[in-house]
């Protein structure tokens, strides 16, 4: 958990979202909550700015295979 004093993260700055358990890029901070928006592109959603934590390496890497993937497969 983040302290209450602590900064939001950089607009874009990948983050986990413990509640839906995904990683997806900090848009906002809009009343109580912190939009994310799905690595490469998608619907924003909703999370607790007091819960997000910088994503790992591990986690990053996943979240980007996941969306290549899902390139390739809309792809005619």
């Known amino acids: 958990m983040r302290p209450a004093e602590e900064r939001p993260p950089e607009r874009g700055a990948l983050v986990y979202d413990p509640g839906t358990r995904r990683v997806g890029?900090?848009?906002?901070?809009v009343g109580p909550y912190a939009l994310l928006r799905p690595v490469g592109g998608g619907r924003e959603w909703e999370a607790d700015p007091g819960r997000i934590r910088p994503a790992t390496q591990a986690e990053r890497l996943s979240a980007g295979v996941k969306a290549a993937n899902s390139r390739a497969v809309r792809r005619p």
């Not at 890029?25 to 901070?29: D, I, V």
């Open 25 to 29: 890029e900090y848009q906002a901070t």
